[in-house]
């Protein structure tokens, strides 16, 4: 069992930037992918950004790359993302999850979830 919990979301103008906190615990949270999630309103949760189990690379969504960074503290047990040049369709509820080894772009592949930090980014 992992339990992960979100941190940082706020109100934020545009071209502004967040840096988004997910802390994980658990016995084997250290075996685990995390990756970042966001659901804009009325609309499925898309991956953003993660990195795997060992110390790899992370992988990014398109729309994100070059505006958003993941990284991972391992020996905390951390993931982060910092988002800059934050744009309207931005907004919305970002999400830490957790998968065991390899990140996977599927939301429906990660069984743990955070409970989700609010971003909401004005014109």
């Known amino acids: 069992q992992v339990r992960l919990v979100e941190s940082g979301g706020g109100l934020v103008q545009a071209g502004g930037s967040l840096r988004l906190s997910c802390a994980a615990s658990?016995?084997?949270?250290?075996?685990?992918?995390m990756a970042w999630f966001h659901q804009a309103p009325g609309k499925e949760r898309e991956f953003v950004g993660g990195?795997?189990?060992?110390?790899?690379?992370?992988t990014y969504a398109n729309p994100v790359a070059g505006r958003f960074t993941v990284s991972r503290d391992f020996d905390s047990n951390a993931l982060y993302l910092q988002m800059n040049s934050l744009k309207p369709e931005d907004t919305g509820a970002y999400y830490c999850?957790?998968?065991?080894?390899?990140?996977?772009?599927?939301?429906?592949?990660?069984?743990?979830w955070g409970q989700g930090t609010q971003v909401t980014v004005s014109r």
């Open positions: 990195i795997g189990w060992s110390d790899s690379a992370p």
């Open positions: 999850a957790g998968r065991l080894w390899r990140v996977h772009i599927a939301a429906a592949e990660y069984p743990y």
């Open positions: 658990g016995r084997t949270a250290g075996d685990y992918a």
